[in-house]
C-alpha cells in the first residue's frame, strides 16, 4: 500500500526530472510554478518577469491533475504559485486547504473586489466572457439578452458544447446566482429545447456550425474569435468565424457572464515572497497587456484596456455576481443539467 508522503515522495522525483526545485534546494532567486495555461502564453508574461526581478521561473506545464498533484505533495511540494483556469479549479484549491494568502498590496489596489478571494487565498488574473456568436447572414439582432434565447423564436437554431463542460457550469451558475435555481431550471429546459443538435464538441465547433448552416447561435467564449480569425495552421477555421459576429450578452442590463483564469500561492511555497513579486508582476499593466495581445483576453485590471481586435466586438460590461457566489453554485449547477438531460439535446 502507498503511503501519502510515498507518493508525495515519488511525485516529487519526477517534479525534479521537469526542471524544478525541490524545496531541500530552494534559492532566492527562483520561483516554481504548476500552470494550466499553455507555454505560449506564458512564456512571454514569465520572459518578462525574470527580466525585471532577476528571479528565474521554472514552470511545469499539464493539462490536468494539478491540484492532485499539489494535495499529494504535501509540505514537501516544491510548487509556489498554481496558474490555472476557472472559477471552480481556484475555490477548489482553497477548500483543500492548498493555498495561502497573498500579501501583495498590488492585489487589492489592482484587482476588483468581486473578481479575488476575500480573504486573498486567490485572484483572477484575466477575464473570458461567454457570449453569442451569431450568424452574419441570418441573424439581424445586434443585442440580446441570455434569457432571449430561450425564446420560441429560436426553437432549432441554438448549438454549444457540452452542459457540464466548466464553461457552460459557470454560465448556469451565474444565473442560479442571480435568479435562484427554479428561474434557471426554466430557461435552461428552454434553452436545451431550442438546441439544434445535442451538444458537443467544443467552443469552435459551434462556430464551425454557425458557417455550415446548422444552427445560427452558438454560446462560445470571446477569445475563440480571435484564435480562429489567426489561425495559419487551420485555415479553414478562419471561415468559421468570418461567418459569424459577437453580441455580448445583456450588455445593457445586468452584464455579459465571466469566467476567469486566475492563480495562487501554494500553502507550502518555499519561495512565497517570490511568489507574491510574480502575483504582482502578472497584474502590472506590461503583464495585463500580453494577456490582452496574446489570447484575446479581457484585462482583469480596469486601466488596461484589451487587444485592438477584441475591442472591435464591442464594449464587455462584465456581470458583477461575486466569484466565490457563482462557484458556491456549481454543484447545483451540474446537478441541473444532468436533471435536465441537457446533454441529450432537444426533448420536444
Known amino acids: 500500500m502507498i503511503t501519502t508522503k510515498r507518493l508525495a515522495l515519488t511525485l516529487l522525483g519526477s517534479v525534479a526530472l521537469c526542471g524544478l526545485a525541490m524545496p531541500a534546494f ?6 516554481n510554478i504548476y500552470s494550466y495555461r499553455e507555454q505560449s502564453l506564458l512564456q512571454p508574461l514569465l520572459d518578462g518577469f525574470s527580466a525585471e526581478t532577476g528571479i528565474k521561473a521554472n514552470v511545469l506545464y499539464a493539462g490536468d491533475g494539478l491540484l492532485e498533484r499539489v494535495a499529494a ?4 511540494s516544491p510548487v509556489d504559485v498554481v496558474l490555472t483556469v476557472d472559477i471552480g479549479n481556484l475555490v477548489g ?5 492548498l493555498t495561502q494568502p497573498i500579501t501583495t498590496p498590488v492585489l487589492a489596489e ?3 473586489a468581486e473578481f479575488r478571494d476575500d480573504n486573498a ?4 488574473l484575466s477575464l473570458r466572457a461567454r457570449v453569442f456568436y451569431v450568424s452574419k447572414d441570418r441573424v439581424d439582432a445586434t443585442a440580446l439578452t441570455y434569457d432571449d434565447i430561450a425564446g420560441p ?4 437554431r441554438l448549438c454549444t458544447r457540452p452542459g457540464d463542460h466548466p464553461y457552460n457550469i459557470g454560465l448556469v451558475a451565474q444565473r442560479i446566482a442571480a435568479n435562484g435555481l427554479d428561474a434557471t431550471r426554466t430557461w435552461l429546459t428552454a434553452v436545451r429545447d431550442n438546441l439544434a443538435y445535442a451538444p458537443t464538441g467544443g467552443d469552435r465547433e459551434g462556430v464551425k456550425n454557425i458557417l455550415a448552416g446548422t444552427c445560427d447561435l452558438s454560446i462560445t467564449n470571446t477569445y475563440y ?8 495552421a487551420e485555415p479553414e477555421q ?16 445586468a452584464g455579459t457572464q465571466v469566467n476567469v483564469a486566475g492563480g495562487f500561492i501554494a500553502k507550502h511555497a518555499p519561495n512565497a515572497e517570490n511568489a507574491n513579486a510574480l502575483i504582482a508582476f502578472l497584474l502590472s499593466d506590461e503583464a495585463q497587456a500580453i494577456y490582452a495581445d496574446t489570447n484575446y483576453e479581457f484585462p482583469v485590471v480596469a486601466s488596461v484596456a484589451p487587444a485592438e481586435l477584441t475591442q472591435s466586438w464591442g464594449v464587455l460590461k462584465a456581470a458583477t455576481t461575486p466569484l466565490v457566489e457563482v462557484a458556491a453554485h456549481r454543484a447545483e449547477a451540474a446537478a441541473l443539467v444532468d436533471e435536465i438531460k441537457f446533454n441529450e439535446g432537444a426533448q420536444k
Request: net charge negative.
Open 153 to 156: 423564436e429560436w426553437k432549432g
Open 225 to 232: 474569435m480571435g484564435v480562429m480569425l489567426n489561425n495559419d
Open 26 to 31: 530552494a534559492q532566492s532567486g527562483e520561483v
Open 110 to 112: 489592482r484587482v476588483p
Open 73 to 76: 505533495e504535501g509540505e514537501l
Open 238 to 253: 478562419k471561415d468559421w468565424a468570418a461567418s459569424a459576429r459577437i453580441i455580448y450578452p445583456d450588455a445593457e442590463g
Open 121 to 124: 487565498n486567490w485572484t483572477a
Open 93 to 97: 484549491a482553497e477548500e483543500q486547504g
